[in-house]
């Protein structure tokens, strides 16, 4: 296979341009001249490592692929370019109040990365958000910072509810938000029994409409959040019960990865009212949680696209500053202490996926053998491929050529549904006409630039393509690109500086027709197909998938009992390379089978017990009965992933 007008120099620049590297990569991702991806985990602030490099030096540390690299220089200069954005529009705007974000919990639970976060965000005030118990128990124990805020959302019980009353006492700020009206009478009921109240929030749903995905997720059918009677049914019970006092936030979402600036525009102007009202009414207020929602450029087009964003954060932090400020002055209101819970933009490109290629599977191209005798249909097909290979005729001879090479194929299927076509003489059609397949692409490759090329021929590459064989899977590394579609940035880490050999796609490896990447990034557009290299004998051929540090890691499941892969924690130093901070061991075989409740030390036993059997009745020597035991018990101790033979 060859992409179209193969002719010309191609550099690394080139390729980072197929790929849209300077685009979504920016200012974390780049090309160096040798056509490897280069990771700048500070930014533009300094320091490159060759991601490359890096997977062999990490291979060299028995961490086999597949292999997640999390970067926790990125994940410090995302929390830094968010309050950078705010502070500058806060000084532009002359804003009387401040910032004051939580990370959700639910992006990413990994111990290590809420921990960084905790950590990097300490100077800022940073704080996290709990949708269950369980998240409510990590932000508790994590969550030293008396002035760094817990927003507790999601569902709520008694127990819940008791645990942030008492965690206030611990000298943390829990906010416990009413998402659901019938949450009230707990709270009231809760704050009694221990003589202490919770401080509290009030989640509104707003008339607001979003786009994209989660644009359904608001609104007056909203899973969670109060109508504006519930809201101020609310605030009447919170002050009958003396607990008004505590009512010092308004949360409002409008959905996750909002592309449109002008939705968060409107959905801000109704959210202000509000908080206005709020406190007319009575209540302190102080805060005003914007939610989630600020997305992230994964195509690289800054649009209104499901895969981009048609603004910026700087933008965004602009927008949220100037109209809730807008919003308070003409009811002489001091202005909110603002809050967000943005979790994608924050985590998302802090983490690179790598994996290998194990193999492809290609058309046969090449023109086998002339047998003594051979059929009609073989005899056409044969002259068909020598005309499109004379060096005369354009496009519409290789049109012509196509459409002949296809109904000699189609009457070889009839020749052979009726008995006058054996096997092989049906095998060598089909490689005939993929023959011509291929000659075809290769003089329209050749054709000089601009000239008018068939509809029908315009498709032949796409025709062509190879299936790349993936060592991952789908389900547990990248669940959303078949469950909600997901587009993330897939692309060769290595021999940029070379041009493509043709189109491909990837298959898993579960038993799962499901599993696969088949839509890929194309500034703005979707393409089924990714312009990738043939593969060499003996050479590891790595694709990086980007842009996936937020939920990926958390959705995943352990289809075909493939478990989590290998992890890695690493920052650069100040004197210059990388230090790894944590290495996480993907999961072994014997601990996804555990997780379904097989107990892997009886398995061994039920198959020794087998082996033994067999040895009695003469089918299996002693010999290989242990070879066959080794195998199993090294197996358990392995990852799940395809290993190379040592």
Request: glycine share 10%.
């Amino acid at each position: 296979m060859v992409l179209a007008n193969p002719t010309g120099t191609w550099t690394a620049a080139d390729g980072a341009a197929l790929y849209g590297l300077e685009r979504w990569g920016d200012p974390y991702f780049c090309v160096s001249e040798r056509g490897h991806v280069m990771v700048q985990p500070r930014g533009d602030r300094g320091g490159s490592l060759d991601l490359v490099e890096l997977v062999q030096e990490l291979q060299g540390r028995d961490l086999s692929l597949p292999l997640l690299i999390r970067f926790d220089d990125i994940l410090e200069d995302r929390l830094e370019r968010l309050h950078g954005a705010f502070e500058r529009a806060i000084a532009q705007y002359g804003y009387g109040g401040r910032y004051q974000g939580v990370f959700p919990v639910k992006c990413n639970q990994q111990r290590h990365v809420v921990e960084q976060l905790v950590e990097s965000g300490r100077r800022w005030h940073f704080g996290l958000e709990a949708g269950s118990k369980a998240e409510l128990l990590i932000a508790l124990s994590l969550l030293e910072d008396p002035e760094a805020l817990l927003i507790c959302n999601g569902y709520k019980d008694q127990r819940y509810i008791e645990t942030a009353i008492l965690a206030r006492r611990l000298g943390r700020q829990p906010v416990v938000v009413i998402e659901q009206a019938d949450e009230v009478g707990r709270i009231i009921a809760a704050s009694g029994e221990l003589g202490a109240a919770p401080l509290l929030g009030i989640r509104a749903k707003l008339s607001a409409r979003s786009t994209g995905r989660w644009g359904s997720s608001v609104g007056e059918r909203a899973k969670f959040g109060l109508s504006v009677p519930d809201l101020l049914a609310s605030v009447e019970a919170l002050r009958a019960a003396d607990l008004l006092g505590e009512l010092r936030l308004l949360h409002f979402h409008i959905g996750s990865q909002i592309n449109d600036i002008a939705v968060l525009k409107d959905a801000l102007q109704e959210a202000g009212q509000i908080y206005a009202e709020l406190t007319r009414l009575g209540a302190p207020m102080g805060y005003l949680d914007v939610g989630g929602g600020l997305g992230i450029d994964y195509d690289g087009s800054r649009t209104a696209s499901a895969a981009s964003t048609n603004y910026s954060l700087q933008n965004y932090a602009n927008d949220v500053v100037a109209t809730v400020k807008e919003c308070c002055e003409p009811h002489g209101i001091a202005v909110p202490t603002l809050v967000s819970e943005s979790g994608r933009a924050l985590a998302s490109h802090f983490s690179v996926l790598v994996f290998d290629v194990l193999g492809a599977g290609t058309l046969p191209g090449a023109v086998p053998p002339a047998q003594e005798g051979e059929a009609l249909i073989l005899r056409n097909l044969r002259d068909t491929h020598a005309a499109i290979e004379a060096p005369d005729g354009g496009a519409d001879a290789l049109q012509e050529a196509w459409n002949d090479a296809l109904k000699f194929k189609q009457d070889a299927l009839a020749a052979f549904r009726l008995g006058y076509l054996s096997l092989p003489e049906r095998g060598l059609a089909e490689q005939l006409t993929w023959a011509c397949c291929q000659a075809i692409a290769a003089r329209l490759g050749a054709l000089p630039a601009g000239s008018a090329i068939p509809q029908e021929l315009q498709a032949l590459p796409a025709a062509l393509a190879s299936t790349y064989y993936a060592n991952l899977s789908v389900f547990r590394s990248a669940p959303d690109t078949w469950a909600i579609d997901q587009l993330f940035p897939v692309m060769p880490i290595q021999r940029l500086q070379e041009r493509p050999d043709g189109l491909g796609s990837f298959a898993d490896l579960t038993c799962d027709s499901d599993g696969k990447i088949a839509r890929f990034i194309d500034s703005g557009q979707v393409k089924p197909l990714l312009e990738l290299h043939n593969l060499r004998p003996g050479e590891p051929y790595l694709i990086g998938l980007f842009l996936g540090g937020a939920y990926q890691e958390v959705m995943g499941n352990l289809h075909n009992l493939f478990g989590s892969t290998n992890a890695v924690h690493l920052r650069l130093k100040a004197s210059g390379g990388y230090q790894i901070d944590h290495v996480v061991r993907g999961d072994t075989n014997a601990e996804v089978l555990e997780a379904m409740e097989h107990d892997p030390q009886l398995l061994l036993e039920r198959l020794r017990m087998a082996s033994e059997a067999a040895i009695g009745r003469g089918q299996l020597g002693i010999s290989d009965a242990r070879r066959l035991m080794a195998h199993l018990e090294a197996s358990l101790r392995q990852t799940t992933y395809l290993q190379p033979w040592a």
